[in-house]
């Protein structure tokens, strides 16, 4: 037996054993209740710390690179806003230095006007004064028609000697102007020679080209020019391109293909040029006559596929159009950076393209820059967006976890309480039991069996 005294009166009072161990039991458990319950508040409250904590820490970070990152992005588009100003700045010298050309040229005209208008009035004034010493001499001469012609008759013998004179001067002239002619007759003769050999040269020429395009099949006179194009090109490409690329375009993927793709890059690598070509021509023969314009769409769609900025079509159709005769032609108002030379201009439309090309390289390099820097940025932008979402979607999985963890404790307590309430049930039933067997008697067990009562009392009485 166990003695409690009472905390309230101060009561002694004792227990067995089984009660008392029922009554321990009792406050451990509300002990540990609260201990569990203490210790899970605390963890829930030192988690919920350290979590604001990291979040503060990232949000900060965070911050402080997206002000960096905007700083450097307002600094590249200052220097876009400069460049863009320097271009319309270089466009507004040429319109100026155009307008003020323009501006002398029409000063120029202007006193040149005045200055005609001045003569002019100065020569009305010496003709005004010229006729006011006409009449003045005319005057005199009336006086003096004495003297006159005392005087003409010396001026006539003087001029009989001066005739004479120039006659035998114009025999001399006309001399030498028979000479000139002579000269001259010769001269054309010479040339008249020389011009009928170079076209019959020509001719010649006509007639070994026209016999060579007989003996060739469309392919062939098509590879010819090719074939001329790319010598022409070869003869000078260690001279004027040797960074050029400039090859065959053997790629079909796409159903068609170019003939020729040239391109040139920097010393850093940056393309600054690239040019589709299509070279045509046909026998004199064909009955089906091509137009240039027959083949701008698909040479278009060429140069697109293929990623090039212009398309030229060197071309020996229209043998007799003024237009494709006249040089370079600049069909853009039909299709982009598009153009059509004949074979001649071959070289000099590269050289043309790849000088003015050159001119905008500077400008097109500092811009690639700014692109680069600008895809930085993004991916920079997108690196950090990835991150967020990802320690998100782990704040998220930890969260969950935690809160799984916490529903199982939950669940083990409940559990345990049941575990407990079954455990305090059978001490209850064990102890029931135990009165049961402490109260069993012989009385109790032979109550409602006189028989066996009647076995007992026949022992009882025998012993």
């Known amino acids: 037996m166990q003695e409690i005294r009472c905390p309230r009166c101060g009561e002694v009072f004792q227990v067995d054993e089984t009660g008392y161990e029922q009554i321990a039991q009792q406050v451990r458990d509300k002990e540990f209740d609260k201990e569990l319950e203490r210790r899970k508040k605390e963890l829930l409250a030192k988690h919920e710390q350290e979590l604001e904590i990291i979040r503060l820490q990232e949000e900060k970070e965070y911050t402080a690179n997206i002000n960096k990152k905007e700083a450097e992005l307002y600094d590249k588009k200052q220097k876009i806003i400069e460049l863009q100003a320097q271009l ?24 040149e006007t005045k200055e005609f208008e001045s003569n002019l009035k100065q020569k009305d004034a010496e ?80 007639e070994y080209y026209k016999d060579f395009k007989a003996r060739q099949s469309t392919k062939m006179i098509g590879e010819s020019l090719e074939q001329h194009c790319l010598t022409q090109f070869n003869s000078i490409r260690m001279t004027a391109f040797p960074n050029a690329y400039f090859e065959k375009d053997n790629d079909a993927k796409t159903g068609s293909k170019g003939d020729f793709i040239y391109r040139e890059c920097a010393e850093d690598g940056t393309e600054f040029i690239s040019i589709m070509f ?6 004199d023969e064909t009955a089906t006559k091509h137009k240039n314009e027959d083949f701008f769409k ?8 293929k990623g090039c900025e212009y398309a030229i079509l060197v071309s020996l159709l229209e043998i007799d159009s003024e237009l494709y005769n006249g040089g370079i032609v600049d069909v ?6 598009m153009y059509v030379v004949r074979p001649q201009f071959f070289i000099p ?23 680069n ?8 932008e997108e690196n950090m967006n990835s991150f967020k979402k990802g320690f998100a979607n782990n704040y998220r999985l930890a969260s969950e976890k935690f809160k799984n963890a916490i529903d199982e404790i939950d669940k083990t307590i409940d559990h345990l309480q049941k575990t407990k309430a079954a455990l305090l049930s059978s001490e209850n039933n064990l102890r029931l039991a135990n009165d049961k067997v402490d109260g069993l008697s012989i009385k109790k067990l032979t109550k409602n069996a006189p028989s066996v009562k009647a076995m007992f009392d026949s022992l009882d009485k025998d012993k």
């Open 278 to 283: 299509e070279m045509k021509n046909e026998a």
């Open 298 to 305: 698909e040479l278009d769609k060429d140069r697109n596929e």
């Open 88 to 111: 319309e700045s270089n466009e507004k010298e040429k319109s100026l230095a155009i307008t003020t050309a323009l501006e002398e040229k029409s000063l120029e005209h202007n006193k």
């Open 332 to 337: 853009s108002y039909k299709y982009p950076k």
């Open 127 to 206: 003709i005004s004064e010229r006729d006011k010493k006409i009449a003045e001499l005319q005057a005199k001469l009336e006086n003096s028609k004495i003297a006159l012609k005392l005087a003409v008759s010396e001026a006539v013998d003087k001029k009989n000697e001066e005739l004479s004179q120039k006659v035998t001067e114009i025999a001399d002239l006309r001399g030498e102007l028979k000479n000139k002619e002579t000269e001259s007759r010769l001269n054309e003769k010479s040339l008249q020679e020389q011009y009928e050999e170079k076209l019959k040269l020509k001719d010649e020429q006509i």
């Open 373 to 380: 820097q600008q895809i930085d940025i993004q991916n920079f």
């Open 349 to 371: 439309i590269i050289t043309l393209l790849r000088n003015a090309a050159k001119n905008s390289l500077r400008y097109k390099q500092e811009l690639q820059i700014i692109r």
